[in-house]
C-alpha cells in the first residue's frame, strides 16, 4: 500500500482466499483493506494517537439520512455529551481533494451539525472549525487535540 502523510502505525492483517484484510479497533473486526479504508485506518490512528481522542468517542462506516437517502460517513467523533465534535471524510490516496468533496461532507454536516470537518485522502489533509453563529468556517493549520 501507499505510503501515506500519517505516522508509521503498527497494523494487524489476515489474508484469505486472495482478500486481505486489516483489523479496525473501532469496530472490532477484520474488514477488507481497501485503499480508502487504509486511509481511513491510519486517520483513526492519528485521531487516537496522537490527538488524545478515547476510542469510545469515535465511530466508523454509519449510515445516516440525508433527505431521504441513506449514506455512510466514514469518521465521527463524538463529544462525552453525544453531541458531535467533528466529521471525517476519508478518500482514496487515489483519489483528488476536489470541491466535489468538500460538498459532500457539507451535506452530511447538515443532519450532524459538527463542530469540526476533516477531510484527507492520506496524502493531504484538510481541516475546518464551524462557527453556526457567524455562519462560516475557519481552516486550520492542524486538528486540534482532545481536551475536555
Known amino acids: 500500500m501507499q505510503q501515506l502523510n500519517f505516522p508509521a502505525y503498527q497494523f494487524r492483517f489476515k489474508s484469505s482466499e486472495n482478500n486481505i484484510a486489516i ?88 443532519v450532524l451539525n459538527a463542530d469540526y470537518l476533516m477531510i484527507t485522502n492520506g496524502l493531504n489533509h484538510y481541516f475546518c472549525q464551524l462557527d453556526y453563529h457567524n455562519q462560516q468556517y475557519t481552516f486550520l493549520k492542524d486538528f486540534p487535540n482532545y481536551s475536555k
Do not use: M
Request: hydrophobic share 35%; charged share 30%; aromatic share 12%.
Open 23 to 110: 483489523f479496525d479497533r473501532i469496530r472490532k473486526k477484520f474488514v477488507s483493506l481497501t485503499p480508502e479504508e487504509w486511509v481511513r485506518q491510519h486517520t483513526v490512528n492519528y485521531l487516537i494517537e496522537h490527538k488524545k481522542y478515547a476510542e469510545s468517542l469515535i465511530n466508523v462506516e454509519k449510515s445516516l439520512k440525508i433527505n431521504s437517502i441513506y449514506k455512510r460517513y466514514d469518521i465521527v467523533i463524538f463529544k462525552p455529551d453525544g453531541t458531535i465534535h467533528c466529521i471525517v471524510e476519508c478518500k482514496s490516496y487515489k483519489v483528488k481533494i476536489t470541491q466535489e468533496v468538500f460538498d459532500q461532507i457539507a451535506r452530511y454536516n447538515l
